[in-house]
Each structure stands twice: as structure tokens, then as C-alpha cells.
């Protein structure tokens, strides 16, 4: 027969082992991100920490939606094999990441959040892709010294394709590369696939200078 001590000692440990089996259950289904700002079928934007601490963004800022439009109309990505269905610029190869639509709905959010975020915060996005050779694009900016950091570390590899071979990561690139910041600006901030971009000279350009200009010193950046 089991002791009266040793019913209390089990009839408590049941409802603490559910209480612990719960609080790890909502610390692995909660939220990733600090803040949702939008949330659709379509994408997201995020608001999340920045993982060095030591790093103090220029947050809050405000940028136009021009600006924001013309920053994402000049990334690109230049693979070894030609990509299908993709916007070829300059040679061949080089094909942009974001196409009108997903321009005209990301700008508007990533400008509201770099108006929203905090010193030790990024603007994060998610935006869907179908009909292009990946699946979706992701990635997080953030400004600093008088520059937007652009970190690429894509969901959907471009480098695996349906013959199950694996190619050499892409090159990332930028139109104009003028308003593109040398990899030697910030080597201590400068990640992989993250470009720095001259936000105020970009704006000085045409809107249309993206597609103009072959960059001569692209960057290698891994899509993951």
C-alpha cells in the first residue's frame, strides 16, 4: 500500500509536469518576432532584434517610398547557368530579385517600419514569388551611418535545382553599383549575402538608373 506522503509527492508532480510541458510548448510555438506590422498569403514584415548587441541603428528614420522602391529595384543576382523566367539585366545571368509587384508591396511596409523600429531593432520581410526560380524572398534591412544594410539569407536556395545538383552560390549584386558601398566601408558589420547601400546618392539617381549600369565588382553572397 502505498504511503500517504508518497500519493501527495506523485499527486503534485503530475500537474507541475504539465505546467513545465506547457510553458515549453509556448516558449517554442511563440512569436518570432518582436512586432508583426503586416501579415498576409502575400508576405510580411517584422520588426525583430538585432542580434549584435553592440549595434545601434539609425531607427527610427524616414526614407520615401521612392527610395525604398528604387533600393529594391536594383538588387540582383547573377548565377553561373542562366536562370529561366527571371528579368535579365545588362549580360546575361544577372536577373532581379524583386519583381514590380513585390516592389509595390514591400516599399510602403519597409518604410513604415524603419519609422517604427527601435535602435536595436531590424525590419524583416517575407514576400511570396510564385512563377519565379525561387519561391519566396527574405531578408531584413536596417540603417546605419548614413546607409541601409541589406541581408539576403534566402529561404528557397537559388543554387538547387530539379536535376538534384548543387551549384556555386550566386553573385549579389546592385544597380546602380555607384550607390553601392564598397566591401571594405564596415568589414566588421558586413555579413554574408548583405549589401550597403548609399541610400541618400541612390535617391540623387533617375528612378529608372538601375538598369544602366553594369556593376563591375560584384560581392559573393550564399543563399541558403
Known amino acids: 500500500m502505498m504511503h500517504p506522503s508518497m500519493y501527495k509527492i506523485q499527486h503534485y508532480r503530475l500537474p507541475l509536469m504539465a505546467g513545465l510541458l506547457l510553458i515549453a510548448s509556448s516558449c517554442s510555438t511563440g512569436p518570432e518576432h518582436d512586432i508583426t506590422l503586416h501579415e498576409t498569403d502575400r508576405g510580411a514584415v517584422y520588426l525583430d532584434r538585432i542580434s549584435d548587441r553592440s549595434l545601434q541603428a539609425a531607427h527610427p528614420i524616414t526614407l520615401s517610398t521612392d527610395t525604398m522602391a528604387q533600393v529594391l529595384r536594383g538588387v540582383a543576382v547573377k548565377e553561373n547557368r542562366e536562370l529561366l523566367g527571371g528579368l535579365i539585366l545588362g549580360k546575361p545571368g544577372a536577373v532581379l530579385v524583386f519583381r514590380d509587384e513585390d516592389i509595390q508591396f514591400l516599399a510602403p511596409l519597409l518604410v513604415e517600419g524603419l519609422t517604427k523600429a527601435a535602435p536595436d531593432?531590424?525590419?524583416?520581410?517575407?514576400?511570396?514569388?510564385?512563377?519565379?526560380?525561387?519561391?519566396?524572398?527574405?531578408?531584413?534591412?536596417?540603417?546605419?551611418?548614413?546607409?541601409?544594410?541589406?541581408?539576403?539569407?534566402?529561404?528557397?536556395?537559388?543554387?538547387e535545382y530539379g536535376d538534384g545538383l548543387q551549384a556555386p552560390p550566386p553573385t549579389i549584386l546592385f544597380f546602380p553599383e555607384a550607390a553601392k558601398r564598397p566591401d571594405s566601408y564596415d568589414n566588421a558589420r558586413l555579413a554574408e549575402s548583405t549589401l550597403i547601400i548609399d541610400y541618400a546618392l541612390l535617391a540623387s539617381f533617375p528612378a529608372d538608373s538601375t538598369g544602366t549600369t553594369t556593376p563591375s565588382n560584384p560581392r559573393r553572397g550564399a543563399c541558403r
Request: aromatic share 18%; net charge positive; proline share 8%.
Open 121 to 159: 531593432q531590424k525590419v524583416s520581410f517575407r514576400v511570396v514569388q510564385r512563377g519565379m526560380p525561387w519561391e519566396s524572398t527574405a531578408g531584413s534591412f536596417y540603417a546605419y551611418r548614413q546607409s541601409l544594410y541589406l541581408t539576403l539569407p534566402w529561404l528557397i536556395p537559388l543554387s
